[in-house]
């Protein structure tokens, strides 16, 4: 049942997380290195964020709900579940706004 659990969340809210951040990314033209991090930071953020909507099922509806209608950009998410991939999200931020560093 875990798994099953594990995976509904891959797909509902951690797939599309990573897929609107590299995006986002991709689209601001950002360097192959700073995706690189953010890609792998998520990635490694799996097991957390799968903790996370499991103790907390409404957490997880509700920041679902969130990143479909827009009121929550994925990478706030991120960073706030995986507090270890603020350094990658900071770099990748001036892309984001549409500046480069």
Known sequence: MQDLI??????????????????????????????????TCAQAARPVIVDRATSDPWWAVSSIAQVWIGTTRPEVILADVAPVCRPALEAARPFWSGKEA
């Open 6 to 39: 594990a995976a509904l969340i891959s797909f509902f809210l951690i797939e599309p997380l990573q897929a609107e951040i590299a995006e986002k990314l991709k689209g601001a033209r950002a360097p192959q290195a700073i995706l690189n991090d953010v890609a």
